[in-house]
């Protein structure tokens, strides 16, 4: 075997230099014992923690901001049957009545999404009414003309 193709063995590391402090024993911490705040109570069995710990409360949501949603879900949802379309015009003015009332006094009510939802949705609505006239007058036509 020639000098290079020997294996070679790995040198020893040096020792630590005297500045660094050797590990602490087994069970201490260098910074001291952790800090010891005042104990904390559970919350009550069957009590969640509060979703906003901080800010001022929500405000309540409008009372007929579900209603305006309501009436444009049925509105758009029951398109084949007589009633839905036609709740389409009340959602649609309903929504918009609360949409108002929330935009006027800022911070009294929430549930401007569902009443905005509820005004599109009677939007909708009314637009398949109309398009549902329209074919009722068109089909009259036709079979008055006798074709």
């Given at each position: 075997?020639?000098?290079?193709?020997?294996?070679?063995?790995?040198?020893?590391?040096?020792?630590?230099p005297?500045?660094?402090?050797?590990?602490?024993?087994?069970?201490?911490?260098?910074?001291?014992?952790?800090?010891?705040?005042?104990?904390?109570?559970?919350?009550?069995?069957?009590r969640?923690?509060?979703?906003r710990?901080?800010?001022?409360?929500?405000?309540p949501?409008?009372?007929?901001?579900?209603?305006?949603?309501?009436?444009?879900?049925?509105?758009?949802?029951?398109?084949?049957?007589?009633?839905?379309?036609?709740?389409?015009?009340?959602?649609?003015?309903?929504?918009?009545?609360?949409?108002?009332?929330?935009?006027?006094?800022?911070?009294?009510?929430?549930g401007?999404?569902?009443?905005?939802?509820?005004?599109?949705?009677?939007i909708?609505?009314?637009?398949?009414?109309?398009?549902?006239?329209?074919?009722?007058?068109?089909?009259?036509?036709?079979?008055?003309?006798?074709?």
């Amino acid at each position: 075997m020639t000098e290079s193709e020997q294996p070679r063995t790995p040198r020893p590391l040096p020792p630590y230099p005297s500045s660094v402090a050797p590990a602490p024993a087994s069970g201490t911490s260098p910074y001291g014992p952790p800090p010891q705040g005042p104990p904390v109570a559970p919350y009550p069995p069957g009590r969640a923690a509060p979703a906003r710990p901080w800010g001022p409360p929500e405000p309540p949501k409008h009372p007929s901001a579900g209603t305006a949603l309501t009436l444009g879900i049925l509105s758009v949802a029951g398109v084949f049957c007589f009633i839905g379309p036609v709740l389409g015009p009340v959602a649609w003015w309903l929504g918009h009545q609360v949409v108002t009332e929330i935009d006027r006094s800022p911070g009294r009510y929430s549930g401007r999404s569902a009443a905005e939802a509820g005004r599109t949705l009677g939007i909708i609505g009314t637009v398949l009414l109309a398009l549902g006239g329209l074919f009722v007058v068109l089909v009259a036509g036709v079979a008055a003309t006798g074709y």
